[in-house]
């Protein structure tokens, strides 16, 4: 079955730092890779998502994540971490058909 | 500006009541879409629709239906709120067309519901 893995529940970091957050899937093809985040008490915004082409993809608010096939993996990183960017980070996978499979989320913490 | 609206931001129910829970969005997108969102479970999806009048059921419907009757308005419903829906609640949209949809998806703010 398809699945998504975030092995990190959270994570803190510095403000400052650099970031990665981790991502696999379990799927058999190349499925849609997407990065959304929760900012509290707030909906899921789009932070970038990888269709095909350039594995390594731009998003918003600085942040950037790279798929690799061979790992089914789809990182999320950022090199310099604000103190806004605390939330909650979520990987989706969509195989097709309309279901969207979530991880369970990353909870970022920044401190100062 | 894309625009997820749903109508309670927090509720308040009691076990056994009906609870509707009204999701609007201005984008003229064909799909919309109702998760729920718990602690260490992520989203999990409970109904979609891709049209008018159509819905699919997601991965855990039981216990709701939903509603489709303008391209714009996707409702929730819970016949008889039971203690284990306090959960949080999510409408999404899509700006896919029929029958197509690549998974970016929109989100209104959710809804917090607790069922005493």
């Known amino acids: 079955a398809q699945s998504v893995t975030q092995p990190d529940i959270h994570i803190t970091v510095s403000e400052g730092a650099s970031l990665e957050l981790r991502c696999n899937y379990s799927y058999g093809a190349t499925p849609y890779l997407f990065w959304y985040v929760q900012s509290p008490g707030q909906g899921l915004q789009l932070l970038l998502k990888y269709f095909s082409g350039d594995t390594l993809v731009q998003g918003i608010k600085g942040f950037e994540a790279e798929f690799k096939r061979s790992q089914s993996s789809f990182n999320l990183r950022k090199p310099s971490v604000h103190w806004s960017d605390a939330a909650e980070y979520f990987c989706a996978v969509d195989t097709g058909g309309f279901k969207t499979i979530f991880g369970a989320g990353t909870r970022l913490f920044v401190k100062a | ?116």
């Open chain 2, 1 to 116: 500006d894309v625009k997820v609206t749903q109508s309670s931001r927090y509720l308040v129910k009691r076990t056994g009541e009906k609870v509707f829970l009204e999701c609007v969005q201005d984008m003229d997108h064909e799909n919309m879409f109702w998760y729920r969102q718990d602690p260490g479970l992520g989203l999990r999806l409970i109904y979609f629709s891709y049209d008018v009048k159509m819905k699919e059921k997601g991965d855990i419907p039981e216990g709701y239906s939903v509603s489709r009757e303008k391209k714009e308005r996707f409702s929730l419903i819970l016949e008889s709120a039971s203690t284990n829906q306090t959960s949080m609640y999510l409408c999404a949209s899509s700006p896919s067309g029929k029958g197509i949809h690549t998974g970016e998806l929109f989100f209104g703010e959710g809804s917090r519901l607790t069922v005493l």
